[in-house]
T-cell receptor
Framework: DQQVKQNSPSLSVQEGRISILNCDYT??????FLWYKKYPAEGPTFLISISSIKDKNEDGRFTVFLNKSAKHLSLHIVPSQPGDSAVYFC??????????????FGTGTRLKVLA | NAGVTQTPKFQVLKTGQSMTLQCAQDMNHEYMSWYRQDPGMGLRLIHYSVGAGITDQGEVPNGYNVSRSTTEDFPLRLLSAAPSQTSVYFC?????????????FGPGTRLTVL
C-alpha cells in the first residue's frame, strides 16, 4: 500500500518554463513533507520541505505548496533550467511505533528540462 | 567532512552468497537508515537505527540484518542473497530523530544477484 504517490513517472518541460511536480498521500497523520532531487549514480539530496502548519514554502526558484484537505503537495520550479533535469522524490515524515520519525518516499518523477 | 560514505559502489553476487554493505558517516548523526531503490517503487526503508545499540525494522526488512555498534557505522548484511535483492542501496543519516531533520544520503551501492 503506497502511502505517498507520485503518479507521473516523467515530465518534460522547456527551459525557462515552469515545472510542476505532484505528490499525493493517504495518511492524514503525516505532518512534514520533503522533496529530494537525485542525479544518476548519486544519492538523493534534500531540496525543500514544508510543515503541515503551512501551505507554502519558497526557496529561490523552488516553491512547495501543500493542500492538506486534498492530501496533495506540489513542487514548482520557476524558471526551469537544464541542470534541474533529475529524478524528484516526494517524502513524508511518519511517526514510528518506536517514537521516532521516519521518511516514507514516493516512487519519483523524472524531470527533463529541454534546452 | 566526507559526509555519508558507502562501500562498495558495485557488487555482483551469486544466489546464496552473503555480504556486508558498509556505511559510515562523520557528522556524529544519531539516526542512520538503509533504503533500497527499485524501478517504479521509489525508496523503501529497510532498517534504521536511532543510536548505537538500537535498531528497528522498516518497510522491507526481510533478508537483511543490521547492527549499530558505533555512532559512525551502520553495516547492512545479506545473509543469503536472492535475485529479488538486486537493487541500488542507499544509506542515510540525520542529526536526530525529531520531525524537522534533513536526511543526508550516501552515493549508493548497486548490487546484482545472479
Amino acid at each position: 500500500d503506497q502511502q505517498v504517490k507520485q503518479n507521473s513517472p516523467s515530465l518534460s518541460v522547456q527551459e525557462g518554463r515552469i515545472s510542476i511536480l505532484n505528490c499525493d498521500y493517504t495518511n492524514s497523520m503525516f505532518d512534514y513533507f520533503l522533496w529530494y532531487k537525485k542525479y544518476p549514480a548519486e544519492g538523493p539530496t534534500f531540496l525543500i520541505s514544508i510543515s503541515s502548519i503551512k501551505d507554502k514554502n519558497e526557496d529561490g526558484r523552488f516553491t512547495v505548496f501543500l493542500n492538506k484537505s486534498a492530501k496533495h503537495l506540489s513542487l514548482h520550479i520557476v524558471p526551469s533550467q537544464p541542470g534541474d533535469s533529475a529524478v524528484y522524490f516526494c517524502a513524508a515524515s511518519s511517526l514510528a511505533t518506536s517514537g521516532t520519525y521516519k521518511y516514507i518516499f514516493g516512487t519519483g518523477t523524472r524531470l527533463k528540462v529541454l534546452a | 567532512n566526507a559526509g555519508v560514505t558507502q562501500t562498495p559502489k558495485f557488487q555482483v553476487l551469486k544466489t546464496g552468497q552473503s555480504m556486508t554493505l558498509q556505511c559510515a558517516q562523520d557528522m556524529n548523526h544519531e539516526y542512520m537508515s538503509w533504503y533500497r531503490q527499485d524501478p517504479g517503487m521509489g525508496l523503501r526503508l529497510i532498517h534504521y537505527s536511532v543510536g548505537a545499540g538500537i535498531t528497528d525494522q522498516g518497510e522491507v526488512p526481510n533478508g537483511y540484518n543490521v547492527s549499530r555498534s558505533t555512532t559512525e557505522d551502520f553495516p547492512l548484511r545479506l545473509l543469503s542473497a536472492a535475485p529479488s535483492q538486486t537493487s541500488v542501496y542507499f544509506c542515510a543519516s540525520r542529526p536526530g530523530t525529531s520531525l524537522y531533520n534533513e536526511q543526508f544520503f550516501g552515493p549508493g551501492t548497486r548490487l546484482t544477484v545472479l
